[in-house]
């Protein structure tokens, strides 16, 4: 009888484990498959997967000087600003209507300028091409929370295989209208869900893979020197060493500056930025210290804030404090520095 017993007590727990009763639902939400981007015809450059394989360097670039230009870009204006890099969106007011053409991207080039588009993978925007209305009343699965700092942002379960499909159609746009890189923002999205219940340690790492399929897929779609620049989300770096190794350089916000005041987050993110430095690749920091006007206090906090950062080997742009990234900011004599 006690065998009998035992037997049945074994076969009750089998059943348990095979029909998911057992465990939080938490823990079965992060049991996901491994997302394949799309299919690249990668006869023309290196194989899929070997970004992963090898350091990537700016190769080609020569970076002294960037800027951040995110409404209303000029193609015109950037190609005469004298910037080695700037930082734009792939549209002039994010729609695809007025997406900007591959001639435009072209003469941004042609100018010695180099163009990278901005793309967010860590949250959506319900300005893009992608939204669906009826997200707001019946939200997909992959979909969060409103920011509440930015209205029309929502959080992404960014390692759900919807949001990547989105992602991967959202790259092959920007390929398509030939910039020479992407820099991908809210990658720090894994500290949100953390807060969230998630362990930080497989956010983490789902971030990670997420950039890394992102590198793999663009430079074989469009060559081993396209340039993946990450924004914040240093603390990535402590997880995992390929990723230091596949990204093109890493770009900061609030380093020195928390607009007019001394930045909380300097001494956390100074050792994570130094470590990129000293790994032979590019930190871009903006900080949005500049208050528009030419008084001698706010000349004096841009001209810190510049020399701190090239002090360190960061390559910074002095933003409007208004954090609205829709002008390009040229300081005589400063920004850019010929």
Known sequence: MKAAGALLATIIVLVLLTSGCMGNEKDRQTQTTQFT????????????????QRTHSSGQFKIESWAYWLQNASPEVIAESGFDLVVMDYSRDGSDEK???REEIEEIKKAGV?????????EAEDYRFYWDESWAEKPLEWLGPENPEWKGNFAVKYWDDGWKRIVFAYLDRIIEQGFSGVYLDKVDEFEYWSDKGYEENWTAREMIEFIIEITNYTRSKADEDFLVIPQNGERLLEYDGRLLKVVSGWASEDVFYDDLRASPWRNEKLP?????VRAGKFVLV??????GTDNP????????????ARGKGYIPYAARTDRELDELVVIPGIQPPR
């Open 37 to 52: 981007p799309p299919t690249v015809d990668t006869s023309s450059g290196g194989s899929e997967g070997s970004s992963s």
């Open 99 to 101: 997406a900007y053409t």
């Open 114 to 122: 180099i163009p990278v588009a901005y793309i967010s993978i860590g």
């Open 272 to 276: 994570l930025l130094s470590r990129v």
């Open 286 to 291: 903006v900080d949005y210290v500049d208050d």
């Open 297 to 308: 206090e706010n000349m004096a906090r841009i001209r810190d804030f510049v020399e701190q």
